[in-house]
């Protein structure tokens, strides 16, 4: 830990203020009040987060490192929910839009993928407002409470969204409401993996003829998804088909798909 006489920034110093700005970090650590609460405790976090580094770098026995892992996991969680309280109002706000930017992923220097990601968790866990100002409360609230207290990660918040959305739009609120605590209540005790089992349990439960998924629910979940051309032109594709799309396109494919042979190839011998 360096230390410079004169107004230099100090290696502490730099590294907290590459999170919150020199600015706040300063006012914070001289006790300066003219800051937001939000930037005070980010300060405070990036100051942390310096001590942590340096604590954690001599070697540790193996019950302190079951309890550091432990605790910088359910610290890793609680930073997700309130990702997703900060998402929630950034995207009421369009800040993306006032910086010049279209999506968060610009003004983060994140990759699409996990911008959309967040944005999703942030959509089921984080705060909602109402058109006319009143703050709502989140569309899972068992989630985003799980997710707040950091018994749950930002995969086990998707897993849930995933599986109350395949929910037939038939089923009772009250029946979806309960089934979206009871999952975030095995969220909280077991792996992702793990949930996603007890997901298609549930699902079966709920729908065991599978007699109650209409034509409204596949209009909801259909969707074709076409990635973008690499170096080679070649493009991915994936998505969701409903069953009359499916069954036309096993009919198209029947007849243009089938293996042929080349016009240059010879002749296949059939064997005698």
């Known amino acids: 830990m360096l230390h410079c006489e004169g107004g230099f920034v100090t290696d502490d110093r730099r590294r907290a203020s590459r999170i919150v700005g020199l600015r706040t970090y300063d006012l914070v650590m001289v006790g300066g009040w003219s800051v937001t609460s939000a930037e005070r405790e980010l300060a405070l976090l990036a100051a942390g987060m310096e001590e942590l580094l340096a604590a954690t770098a001599a070697p540790l026995e193996t019950p302190q490192l079951l309890f550091a892992l432990r605790a ?4 890793r969680r ?3 929910a309130v990702d997703h309280q900060v998402l929630s109002q950034a995207a009421e706000q369009g800040v993306p839009v006032q910086l010049g930017h279209r999506t968060l992923h610009h003004v983060l220097r994140i990759s699409e993928r996990d911008a959309r990601a967040w944005i999703r968790a942030a959509g089921v866990s984080g705060s909602r407002r109402a058109l006319t100002g009143p703050l709502l409360s989140p569309i899972q609230p068992c989630t985003a409470a799980a997710a707040h ?3 749950i990660g930002v995969e086990h918040t998707r897993i849930i969204g995933q599986i109350l959305g395949k929910i037939p739009a038939a089923v009772p609120a009250e029946v979806v409401a309960h089934a979206e605590k009871s999952l975030a209540g095995y969220a909280a005790t077991m792996s992702p ?6 997901g298609h349990r549930l699902l079966a439960h709920l729908n065991p003829d599978g007699n109650l998924t209409d034509a409204a629910d596949r209009a909801r979940r259909r969707g074709l998804n076409l990635g973008r051309q690499g170096v080679n032109l070649m493009s991915g594709i994936s998505g969701t088909l409903t069953p009359s799309c499916r069954a036309k396109l096993d009919a198209l494919f029947a007849k243009l798909a089938a293996p042929a042979r080349a016009p240059s190839m010879p ?3 059939t064997p005698t």
């Open 267 to 269: 002749p296949i011998r």
């Open 72 to 75: 910088l996991e359910v610290a």
């Open 149 to 151: 207290d950091g018994l």
């Open 78 to 80: 609680k930073v997700s």
């Open 193 to 198: 993996e793990a949930l996603v089992t007890v």
